[in-house]
Every structure is written in structure tokens, then in C-alpha cells.
């Protein structure tokens, strides 16, 4: 594991901007998937956190960072070899929590996890896994109890409140649609 200094205050809020999917190139670059939607702002990061999901997140340097295809590249201090690079897979990308969003906008990383109920039933769905980025209507990736996947279009006519503070989506799936899913 590369050297990299634990965070001083491991209960500070943070927000998940990217995940690391593997290394990219032979000097300790890794590829991550871009969970922001602002992108831009990855390009002015000077010190992360990075969180392997278990252990408390440490605070690591941004030596560069820019975009490649449809990922973001970082190269961090202390992490220079693709073995080292390897080590990192899977982690999450953590920048100190932003300021208040706008209305109806929502960090990715809020929704991850929430519970899904269906209004007109007022049945469970299922859990919120990830958000599928498709260049229109993105989707909700929801996961039942039995690990079947149910993907809901990310718009406000379906998902008619949506509360991260409560873990909680109510949506009104139009007919048919969870039967697309099976």
C-alpha cells in the first residue's frame, strides 16, 4: 500500500467524486469512473481521500489528474508502480462535502443505498446500487432482496420525492415498466 497520511478527522463529511477501476499506464495512474456532474472541477483537486469502503478514508496528493476517454486519470504521491496503482481498485474518490445544491439536483453518492418504495402499492423495490449515466434519462440501478436488478428512469415524473436524508425514493413506475426488468 502506498504511503499516505490518515485522515486527521475521519467523521468530516465527504462526497464521493470518482471510483477507481484500474491502473492506467506503468507509473502508478489509475482510471476512475467520474460520479459528479461536475467533471470539471476533478481537474482542480490538490488533495483527496481515499476510501476502500472498510477502513477509515486517508488523505492522499493529487500529483495530476485529467481526463482520458470516458474516465478521469489521477496520479497520486506515493504510488508509483502499477502494483501499487492495483492496490487501489475499487476505492472511492472522496472531496470535502460541497455547499447546498440546487433544487432536484442530487450527489450521486446520496442516492447509492437508498430504499425504493413504489407509491401506488406502497410496495419495497429494492436498493439503490448505482446510477447508469446514458446520455438521456439516466437510470436508477435498483436491486431487490433476491438480487434482481429493476432499472427506473431518473426523472421527476417518477421519482416523486426523493429524500437522501431518509435513505428513501418514492417513485410511480408507469404500467409495465417493472416488467421489462424480469
Same mark, same amino acid.
Given at each position: 500500500?502506498?504511503?499516505?497520511?490518515? !485522515?486527521?478527522?475521519?467523521?468530516?463529511?465527504?462526497? #464521493?467524486?470518482?471510483?477507481?477501476?484500474?491502473?492506467?499506464?506503468?507509473?502508478?495512474?489509475?482510471?476512475?469512473?467520474?460520479? #459528479?456532474?461536475?467533471?470539471?472541477?476533478?481537474?482542480?483537486?490538490?488533495?483527496?481521500?481515499?476510501?476502500?469502503?472498510?477502513?477509515?478514508?486517508?488523505?492522499?496528493?493529487?500529483?495530476?489528474?485529467?481526463? +482520458?476517454?470516458?474516465?478521469?486519470?489521477?496520479?497520486?504521491?506515493?504510488?508509483?508502480?502499477?502494483?501499487? !496503482?492495483?492496490?487501489?481498485?475499487?476505492?472511492?474518490?472522496?472531496?470535502?462535502?460541497?455547499?447546498?445544491?440546487?433544487? +432536484? #439536483?442530487?450527489?450521486?453518492?446520496?442516492?447509492?443505498?437508498?430504499?425504493?418504495?413504489?407509491?401506488?402499492?406502497? !410496495?419495497?423495490?429494492? #436498493?439503490?446500487?448505482?446510477?447508469?449515466?446514458?446520455?438521456?434519462?439516466?437510470?436508477?440501478?435498483?436491486?431487490?432482496? !433476491?438480487?434482481?436488478?429493476?432499472?427506473?428512469?431518473?426523472?421527476?415524473?417518477?421519482?416523486?420525492?426523493?429524500?437522501?436524508?431518509?435513505?428513501?425514493?418514492?417513485?410511480?413506475?408507469?404500467?409495465?415498466?417493472?416488467?421489462?426488468?424480469?
Amino acid at each position: 500500500m502506498p504511503p499516505r497520511k490518515r !485522515a486527521a478527522d475521519a467523521s468530516a463529511a465527504r462526497r #464521493t467524486v470518482a471510483r477507481i477501476l484500474k491502473p492506467q499506464g506503468r507509473r502508478g495512474e489509475v482510471a476512475a469512473e467520474i460520479l #459528479t456532474d461536475f467533471p470539471e472541477r476533478l481537474l482542480e483537486l490538490r488533495r483527496v481521500w481515499l476510501w476502500d469502503g472498510e477502513k477509515t478514508p486517508e488523505s492522499v496528493e493529487v500529483e495530476r489528474v485529467w481526463f +482520458h476517454k470516458n474516465f478521469v486519470v489521477f496520479k497520486f504521491a506515493g504510488v508509483d508502480s502499477i502494483n501499487a !496503482a492495483q492496490a487501489l481498485r475499487g476505492s472511492e474518490v472522496q472531496v470535502e462535502e460541497s455547499p447546498a445544491l440546487p433544487a +432536484h #439536483t442530487y450527489f450521486v453518492s446520496d442516492l447509492i443505498g437508498c430504499r425504493v418504495v413504489d407509491l401506488a402499492s406502497g !410496495a419495497e423495490l429494492g #436498493t439503490v446500487r448505482e446510477l447508469v449515466v446514458t446520455g438521456g434519462t439516466d437510470l436508477l440501478s435498483v436491486r431487490d432482496v !433476491a438480487g434482481r436488478e429493476l432499472l427506473i428512469p431518473f426523472a421527476q415524473e417518477i421519482c416523486r420525492r426523493i429524500a437522501p436524508d431518509d435513505r428513501l425514493i418514492e417513485v410511480l413506475l408507469p404500467e409495465g415498466l417493472a416488467d421489462l426488468n424480469p
